[in-house]
């Protein structure tokens, strides 16, 4: 059974960065399109970024040109450099594949306030 692991979260100040990182314990990592989804208080669980076996990106709108996803098949991990933060980027970010095949990690939270 895959487990996923986030790191990297904190708080930020607006028009900073920060690195997610997501550790995959096993399985087929390297076969699956994986993505990072955030959850703002009070909303649903969101995709905001995605990433394909290949290394093709895909992106929400709300954060295009400021966020940067990758991966590396051999670690078994999956990053999200995030920059120029906004407050309205604030929220618990988690990882999985797209669409969702494992069981959601505790998630890292990211806050944007000054």
């Known amino acids: 059974q895959v487990q996923l692991v986030e790191s990297g979260g904190g708080l930020v100040q607006p028009g900073g960065s920060l690195r997610l990182s997501c550790a995959a314990s096993?399985?087929?990592?390297?076969?699956?399109?994986m993505g990072w989804y955030r959850q703002a208080p009070g909303k649903e669980r969101e995709l905001v970024a995605r990433i394909t076996i290949t290394g093709s990106t895909n992106y929400a709108d709300s954060v295009k040109g400021r966020f940067a996803i990758s991966r590396d098949n051999v670690k078994k991990m999956l990053y999200l450099q995030m920059n120029s933060l906004k407050p309205e980027d604030t929220g618990v970010y988690y990882c999985?594949?797209?669409?969702?095949?494992?069981?959601w990690g505790q998630g890292t939270q990211v806050t944007v306030s000054s």
């Open positions: 096993a399985g087929i990592f390297s076969l699956r399109t």
């Open positions: 999985n594949a797209d669409p969702v095949a494992y069981s």
